[in-house]
């Protein structure tokens, strides 16, 4: 099952539901050496794509290791 999480969006100036573009198996490798996390989320003239912020992307940290405990 995919992880979704509330993330700002940029294109929508809102908080949104996104959904990490990473695998379930590549997600927390990447936020552990704290790389760029890409999200997206379907808006009706197209999907937007942006970076999680440092914050959101400890907030998913936490998330996925609550997950995989
Ligand atoms: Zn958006």
Redesign the pocket.
Known sequence: MAISLRAY?P??KKM?TALPMLDDSELKPALDKNVDVKVM?I?PGGD?VWSLKDREKENLRKTVAKRSA
């Open positions: 969006c294109g929508c949104v989320h808006a937007h």
